[in-house]
C-alpha cells in the first residue's frame, strides 16, 4: 500500500515527487510510502527548449530535465520508489482509497497525484467524469483539465501541471507539483501547514 502515489515523471510529477521524498526526516513523512509511475515518453519535455526559467542554464533541453530529475530523484530521495516502463490504464475507487492499475500490475494507495499533461489523448478509465475543456488554453488546442477546486478532484485524488487547469509554463507546472506535494504533508502533518527548506 502507497500512502501517496504519483502518475506522470514530467514536471509536474518529479518536482512532487522531489518534495514529498525531501520531508523523509520529518517525523509525519518518515514512515510513508512514496511512489511514482515515472512514464515520460509523452512529456512535453521531451520537445521543450528552455531560455526563460529561472535556475535553468538557458540553452538547457527539456529530455534532460527528465534524465536530470530522475537521477536527482534516485540519488537524494532513494525511498522513493520510481516505477519504470509502466503506463497507467485505469484508476478505481476502493474502501481504503484507490487501485491504479498499469499495464503490467496493480498499486493500492492512499493518495493518488494525477500528473499526466493537458493533451486530450488522455485514456485513463476512471477520470473521464472529472473532463472539462481546459480554462486557460486556446480552444482550438483542445487541451483537457480535470476539474478540481485547488488541485483536488475528489477525496485523496489530487491533479498537478498542466492537466489541473494551470497554463503551460515549466515553472508553473512545477510550482504546481510542488504545491500539491506540501498539501500532502500538511495532511500528513494533521492539517497543521508545513513545508521543507534545507539551510546553509
Ligand atoms: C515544444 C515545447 C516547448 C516548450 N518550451 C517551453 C519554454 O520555453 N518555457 C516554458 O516555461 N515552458 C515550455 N514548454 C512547456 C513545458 O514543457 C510544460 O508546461 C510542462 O512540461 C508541463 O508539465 P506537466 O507535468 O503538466 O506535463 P508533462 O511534462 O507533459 O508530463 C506529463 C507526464 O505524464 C506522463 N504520462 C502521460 N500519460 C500517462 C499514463 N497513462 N500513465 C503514466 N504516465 C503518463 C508523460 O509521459 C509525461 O512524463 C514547452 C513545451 C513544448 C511542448
Known amino acids: 500500500m502507497f500512502d501517496a502515489l504519483i502518475i506522470g515523471g514530467g514536471a509536474a510529477g518529479m518536482s512532487c515527487a522531489l518534495v514529498l521524498g525531501s520531508a523523509k526526516d520529518k517525523v509525519y513523512a518518515k514512515d510513508k510510502r512514496i511512489g511514482i509511475i515515472m512514464h515520460q515518453k ?39 520508489e520510481q516505477i519504470t516502463k509502466e503506463k497507467v490504464k485505469t484508476i478505481e475507487k476502493t474502501e481504503l482509497g484507490f487501485k491504479v492499475i498499469t499495464n503490467k500490475r496493480d498499486y493500492n494507495c492512499k493518495l493518488v497525484v494525477i500528473a499526466v499533461g493537458y493533451t486530450n489523448l488522455l485514456t485513463i478509465k476512471g477520470l473521464k467524469h472529472y473532463v472539462e475543456p481546459h480554462p486557460k488554453a486556446a480552444i482550438e488546442k483542445d487541451r483537457i ?56
Not at 46 to 68: H, R, W, Y
Not at 150 to 169: F, N
Not at 183 to 197: A, C, P, R, S
Request: hydrophobic letters at 35%; a negative charge; aromatic letters at 8%.
Open 42 to 80: 509523452t512529456s512535453h519535455l521531451q520537445e521543450a527548449l528552455f531560455n526563460n526559467v529561472l535556475g535553468i542554464t538557458p540553452g538547457t533541453k527539456g529530455q534532460s530535465i527528465l534524465d536530470s530529475g530522475k537521477d536527482q530523484l534516485s540519488t537524494l530521495y532513494p525511498h522513493v
Open 145 to 200: 483539465w480535470l476539474k478540481n477546486n485547488d488541485h483536488l478532484v475528489d477525496e485523496g485524488l489530487y491533479v498537478a501541471g498542466t492537466l489541473a487547469g494551470w497554463r503551460s509554463q515549466f515553472a508553473i507546472a512545477s510550482g504546481s507539483g510542488a504545491h500539491v506535494a506540501t498539501d500532502i504533508l500538511t495532511l500528513w502533518n494533521g492539517g497543521q501547514h508545513t513545508k521543507v527548506h534545507d539551510k546553509i
